[in-house]
């Protein structure tokens, strides 16, 4: 919850005013939502700009986002925790993990975001570390921030179809952190990669960016880790999520890269 | 009425209440007054429990009183939605603002639940006339 849905408190009688008395010109037709500026804008597809040029960016742009409803594999709820104890507040935790998102992570994961930070709209390539020395090219939208958590949502051809939520609140004189993440494996080929030691990498990685965070407090915690299948049925209807497979473009990338580096003299040269 | 107060430590106190109200054998409404986020698990989930019996065929949500939703709240009606499909029934919504129906196009929650302006039209695409 942000702060700004705490009710204003005000010892002052407040004056009393018959609706009726209003004129029509002055009654907005419909009041903003508190939470307006918390959420990305509507789009149809991603974009992305000003990306450094080590960024591969194969599987962002001209994509969608994809809720856990348009994924194929089982729908899981994972939840990693980690408590901090005698450390900053939700708020501070929230903004501290913001600004330095990525160097929470594990080595040879590349998070590109916006020089602006994490903010409601913001699209960050991802270049992940996957077995053979392949990098997976994948991105994230910034669905949702405020002051106390935020939600990345992932394109067509991420691993999973789903959103991810980062967050922090007080529990029994502590503040705790959170990952809490909802998901589907994108399509058929995740869905094996992700039975066969995906879901292990996965919580290694999460588990590793807790620590690292805690420690960033200068607290040494282990972090805790639920796992809830919330839907064991897959939706087959959805296998042909597979034609935007990141992982199968990522591959065949970096299958073309000695091509790619023969001819890059030549496209020099012509211009 | 269910009311849940949610929020704790330090979050801001507020307040989600809900009725239900049943249309025939086959239909219930309801009700969300308040904030729907994270927290609203409790809530929503015995909210729904009271919707639903093994006639129910759609379960309608009213987002008229809708004051506040996170991302915490979309994931939660995932979850529901879940549950809905396992028992073959649809789940629709109504009452939206604009800004709540461009967060359920946004997350694609409108691929899987009917979007209706008002009680009426969903009703009618419920099949109660």
């Known amino acids: 919850m942000t702060s700004s849905s705490q009710k204003p408190a005000s010892s002052a009688q407040p004056e009393v005013i018959d609706e009726s008395e209003i004129p029509e010109e002055v009654v907005p037709k419909e009041v903003g939502a508190r939470d307006a500026a918390n959420w990305a804008k509507q789009i149809t597809e991603l974009s992305v700009t000003d990306a450094p040029p080590e960024a591969v960016n194969l599987n962002v742009t001209g994509r969608r986002v994809v809720s856990p409803i348009q994924g194929f594999g089982r729908m899981w709820q994972k939840t990693y925790r980690v408590r901090i104890e005698g450390g900053p507040s939700p708020a501070e935790l929230i903004a501290e993990w913001k600004t330095n998102f990525p160097a929470f992570w594990p080595e040879r994961n590349n ?60 529990a029994d004189g502590a503040t705790v952190a959170q990952a809490q993440v909802l998901l589907r494996a994108n399509d058929p080929v995740y869905e094996v990669g992700m039975m066969l030691g ?69 496209r020099r040269a012509g211009g | 009425m269910i009311t849940a107060i949610e929020g704790g430590g330090n979050m801001a106190q507020s307040a ?24 609203s698990e409790e809530a929503l989930t015995d909210a729904y429990n009271r919707a639903t019996s093994s006639e129910t065929r759609a379960v309608l949500f009213n987002f008229e009183q809708l004051e506040y939703m996170n991302s915490g709240g979309i994931g939660l009606l995932v979850t529901l939605l879940v549950r809905a499909n396992r028992q073959r029934q649809a789940m629709m919504a109504f009452g939206l603002s604009d800004h709540y129906r461009q967060i359920f196009e946004l997350t694609r929650l409108d691929d899987a639940i009917g979007i209706y302006d008002d009680e009426q039209a969903a009703l009618a695409a419920a099949g109660v006339s």
């Open chain 2, 16 to 39: 989600l209440s809900m009725d239900v109200r049943r249309v025939g054998e086959r239909v219930s409404i309801v009700d969300i007054r308040g904030d729907v986020t994270g927290a």
């Open chain 1, 198 to 266: 995906g879901f292990r990498k996965e919580d290694v990685f999460w588990i590793h960016t807790l620590r690292k965070l805690a420690a960033h407090f200068g607290v040494e915690a282990e972090p805790e880790k639920q796992v809830v299948c919330v839907d064991k049925k897959r939706q087959w209807k959805r296998a042909g999520n597979v034609r935007h497979n990141a992982a199968i473009r990522s591959g065949i990338y970096a299958l073309g890269a000695p091509v790619r580096a023969v001819a890059a003299p030549f």
């Open chain 1, 111 to 170: 998070f590109y975001g916006p020089l602006t930070g994490i903010a409601p709209g913001e699209v960050a390539l991802l270049n992940l570390a996957m077995p053979g020395r392949l990098r997976l090219s994948t991105g994230v939208l910034v669905l949702y921030a405020d002051e106390e958590s935020f939600t990345l949502m992932t394109p067509e051809g991420h691993m999973f179809a789903g959103w991810i939520t980062f967050s922090a609140f007080e």
